[in-house]
């Protein structure tokens, strides 16, 4: 496995992969890997010859007063993981690398990141947005592999890659759970024990919606009170409960197309995303 920190050295060790006829995938992360990132590895691995992954905390998708600082970091430990499931190559660049001082060329993204995450987070999809396309034209990547953890993240690449005809293809691999259902997240580890215990129920709310759902319960109102319910019986702060056409990302008052039921919560200062799919 190879570590990369320039673009003139990635450009080279992956054009050589191609002249040799390999396929390469791509797999984005901000690092502090655990076993979501690992099957995103795993699935980037069926899709092409050779896997990298990108470990790069970028700060443009970062709000002013959010955790860009202690955003946990541990490349020794990211190495040692992807080195374990045959990883190729780590593109491991640094900010300035990444960025030029006068940076002034963004990707935007108007109307699905208009909501949800979007919303709350002014900036937080440019940012996303922006540094995915920089990766895909660094690495010229025929693949990329994104987890349904982030369901509007994974969409508005999706959008992206379509309107600006980027010749990647787009996996979205599914949400992977901690034994207990926490939805595995980096920032998991900023949870103390109480306020982990207390963040199952996300997921418990998300488990109850989906069999009241299962029992022919349409409306969103219903099912979103469920959801606000638990979390707010466990002392969690709501930053939004919704329930989403799929596609389009317009709130649905009656689920009677693919939909996605989506949660963004804070326990204590650490701000948590889930989701289920309602078919
Ligand atoms: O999902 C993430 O970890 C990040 O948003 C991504 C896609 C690596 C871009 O920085």
């Not at 970062?62 to 040692?80: T, V």
């Not at 010749?167 to 034994?179: F, N």
């Amino acid at each position: 496995m190879i570590i990369l920190r320039s673009i003139a050295d990635t450009r080279a060790a992956l054009d050589s992969w191609r002249r040799q006829g390999q396929t390469i995938a791509l797999v984005p992360t901000m690092g502090y890997l655990h076993e979501g990132h690992m099957s995103l590895v795993d699935e980037a691995k069926k899709r092409a010859d050779r896997v990298v992954v990108s470990i790069y905390v970028n700060p443009t998708q970062f709000g002013p007063n959010e955790d860009l600082d202690k955003y946990p970091r541990d490349f020794a430990r990211d190495e040692a993981c992807c080195k374990a499931h045959g990883v190729d190559a780590i593109f491991y660049p640094d900010n300035a690398v990444m960025y030029c001082p006068d940076h002034s060329c963004w990707v935007t993204e108007e109307s699905l990141s208009q909501t949800m995450c979007g919303a709350a987070r002014p900036g937080h999809f440019r940012g996303v947005t922006t540094v995915v396309l920089k990766l895909f034209n660094i690495t010229r990547c025929d693949v990329a592999v994104f987890g349904r953890k982030d369901a509007q993240q994974a969409l508005i690449i999706c959008r992206m890659v379509r309107d600006l005809n980027v010749p990647v293809e787009i996996v979205v691999a599914p949400l992977v759970r901690e034994p207990d259902g926490l939805a595995m997240s980096s920032r998991n580890k900023y949870l103390s024990d109480d306020e982990r215990r207390r963040a199952l129920s996300i997921s418990a709310g998300l488990n109850q919606a989906t069999a009241l759902f299962a029992g022919g319960q349409r409306q969103a109102a219903a099912l979103c009170d469920l959801v606000k319910t638990g979390i707010a019986n466990a002392g969690g702060k709501i930053d939004y409960v919704v329930v989403m056409d799929r596609d389009s990302l317009r709130p649905l008052a009656t689920v009677d197309r693919p939909a996605v039921l989506a949660v963004a919560a804070f326990f204590g200062k650490t701000r948590l995303i889930d989701n289920v799919f309602l078919d």
